[in-house]
T-cell receptor, first 112, second 119 residues
Framework: NAGVTQTPKFQVLKTGQSMTLQCAQD?????MYWYRQDPGMGLRLIYY???????DKGEVPNGYNVSRLNKREFSLRLESAAPSQTSVYFC???????????FGQGTRLTVV | AQTVTQSQPEMSVQEAETVTLSCTYD???????LFWYKQPPSRQMILVIR??????QNATENRFSVNFQKAAKSFSLKISDSQLGDAAMYFC????????????????FGQGTILTVHP
């Protein structure tokens, strides 16, 4: 049982480059989320998808776009990477009653 | 908007002893969930314990227990008989449980507390 799988685990980008972080869950959850983790700030919500076909902004959406490709997959795109986007990114999904969130292993992204 | 504050950036404990991590939150809602997550060096986020605000009884999970003070908006985590494997970053998190369901499980996290366990 894989749970929530994120790819890649590590990535280095140059300023201005673009990339997509992939996330897939095999638990049949409706809701999926993207968070970023920065030192001293905990995890902050970037975007979320309450159900297939819907996406909404979280606390820190600027510079990002998302796609809910189907019920399993939720991707995060950086169109033009900036050093301020250097962070650890987590994808998560929720049980039906939102009583628990399951997290992927995280992606450490460095923008130079 | 809800906020979660962890005022202890770092804590340390001797193996086999007890340590308490603090968390306070601010909300105007009456229905919500509170969580403690553990993040070891592997980066994996692991749910330690969950508390429903409508329950007066404090949640316990083996060596982990909470002291939930709803009026004071305080949610501390007590780790008893600390083990070397407990060393990690611990996050307190809040989730609204509004009747309309529009929170969609979004979590608000505190800043985290790094716990060191000394042998």
């Amino acid at each position: 049982n894989a749970g929530v799988t994120q790819t890649p685990k590590f990535q280095v980008l140059k300023t201005g480059q673009s990339m997509t972080l992939q996330c897939a869950q095999d638990m049949n959850h409706n809701s999926m989320y993207w968070y970023r983790q920065d030192p001293g700030m905990g995890l902050r919500l970037i975007y979320y998808s309450a159900s297939e076909g819907t996406t909404d902004k979280g606390e820190v959406p600027n510079g990002y776009n998302v796609s809910r490709l189907n019920k399993r997959e939720f991707s995060l795109r950086l169109e033009s990477a900036a050093p301020s986007q250097t962070s650890v990114y987590f994808c998560a999904s929720s049980t039906q009653g939102f009583t628990e969130a399951f997290f992927g292993q995280g992606t450490r992204l460095t923008v130079v | 908007a809800q906020t979660v504050t962890q005022s202890q950036p770092e804590m340390s404990v001797q193996e086999a002893e007890t340590v308490t991590l603090s968390c306070t939150y601010d909300t105007s809602e009456s229905d919500y969930y509170l969580f403690w997550y553990k993040q070891p060096p592997s980066r994996q986020m692991i749910l330690v314990i969950r508390q429903e605000a409508y329950k007066q009884q404090n949640a316990t999970e083996n060596r982990f227990s909470v002291n939930f003070q709803k009026a004071a908006k305080s949610f501390s985590l007590k780790i008893s008989d600390s083990q070397l494997g407990d060393a990690a970053m611990y996050f307190c998190a809040y989730r609204s449980d509004n009747a309309g369901g529009t929170s969609y499980g979004k979590l608000t996290f505190g800043q985290g507390t790094i716990l060191t366990v000394h042998p």
